[in-house]
């Protein structure tokens, strides 16, 4: 049964019509993502749960309770955002007991559940910080204890890693999901950065104009997408129109063919492996571990990803090589 269902929400600012007939399941401790681009309406929907949005028309039920028009206060929902907003007068101390104190919770009780949210985001010895002694990584740490020490119902998170810096956003997404874990929290978070996505989520829902695109687990949506948009969002997919994939391939579709790059084999010409389509390298990108080969066939150029096992391996612009494409490896999307 589903802990947190929303249903057919739509939202309307004016005649822009933002969200379109928005409707998802989530189970209790279920940890969902929002993921597309800026303006698909993902922090709309967001807003709309929290209550800081009313929508046009829909339902939204928490644990089987109507929520629709309950002031966002008494919804039992943590939010973090992604400018952490904090209260830059208040210590971390402080910050993190805000909502505490608004509930009339006792000085003894305060302190208790201070600490533990202090140990829990390892910020043990910062209690007297004020935001600007902080680096963003903390800050945003604290902003999480903030949300979480209320005991939320459902935790939403509004792109919360995407102001730091690459590595101290890798960590974070660690100890996120390592904390959501932990204490089995309904969690949904949004962003519009597919390995945020891909590595944080049990499902994701992939937003477009304001609806779902397709939804499903980050397995399902990478090796199997429904349409021509999620093939270009999730992953770095080669799509092929009707004349191309006939052209290359021999297969007639009426929508869009798409490969993924690391599923191409590559050759060199005089290798000595049969059959294949014949290509010539017009560039290669070296990305860490993975070496990205645009390939022209004809009029038709590829992407191919391979493993940079060793630099007497990679072949150079202008080489003639050979891609061995299997059937299975090949989707057809609309």
């Known amino acids: 049964m589903a802990y947190l269902d929303i249903h057919q929400l739509n939202k309307q600012f004016g005649a822009t019509s933002v969200v379109q007939d928005f409707g998802m399941n989530i189970r209790q401790g279920e940890f969902v993502t929002l993921l597309g681009p800026s303006g698909c309406g993902k922090s709309t929907v967001l807003r709309m749960v929290a209550g800081f949005e009313t929508p046009t028309s829909g339902a939204i039920h928490i644990d089987g309770m109507d929520m629709t028009s309950v002031s966002p206060r008494k919804r039992g929902v943590g939010i973090v955002f992604q400018n952490y907003a904090l209260f830059p007068n208040m210590t971390v101390q402080q910050n993190i007991a805000f909502g505490l104190k608004v509930r009339r919770c006792t000085d003894s009780e305060i302190r208790r559940k201070v600490g533990e949210m202090i140990e829990l985001v390892e910020l043990a010895g910062k209690e007297r910080f004020f935001p600007h002694e902080l680096s963003g990584g903390q800050r945003q740490r604290v902003a999480l204890a903030r949300a979480l020490v209320v005991e939320p ?11 730091l810096d690459e590595r101290i956003r890798k960590s974070l997404r660690e100890q996120l999901r390592d904390i959501q874990r932990r204490l089995g929290l309904t969690t949904i978070f949004v962003t519009h950065d597919q390995e945020e996505a891909m590595t944080m989520s049990d499902r994701i829902f992939v937003m477009n104009k304001g609806h779902i695109e397709q939804q499903g687990s980050p397995e399902d949506l ?11 969002f999730i992953g770095n997919y080669n799509l092929l129109g ?16 798409a490969i993924r790059p690391e599923s191409i084999r590559i050759f060199p010409h005089d290798s000595g492996e049969p059959g294949g389509i014949s290509g010539t ?54």
């Open 242 to 257: 009707t004349q191309e994939s006939h052209a290359l391939l021999g297969i007639p579709v009426t929508g869009h063919l």
């Open 153 to 163: 119902r459902v935790l939403l998170l509004d792109e919360p890693l995407s102001a």
């Open 222 to 232: 990478y090796t199997r997408p429904a349409t021509e948009f999620v093939a270009r």
């Open 281 to 334: 390298i017009r560039h290669y990108q070296l990305l860490g571990s993975v070496i990205r080969y645009r390939v022209d066939c004809g009029d038709i150029a590829l992407h191919v990803d391979t493993l940079n096992r060793n630099a007497a391996d990679l072949l150079n612009a202008g080489s003639a090589v050979r891609l061995h494409i299997e059937r299975e490896d090949v989707r057809e999307v609309s």
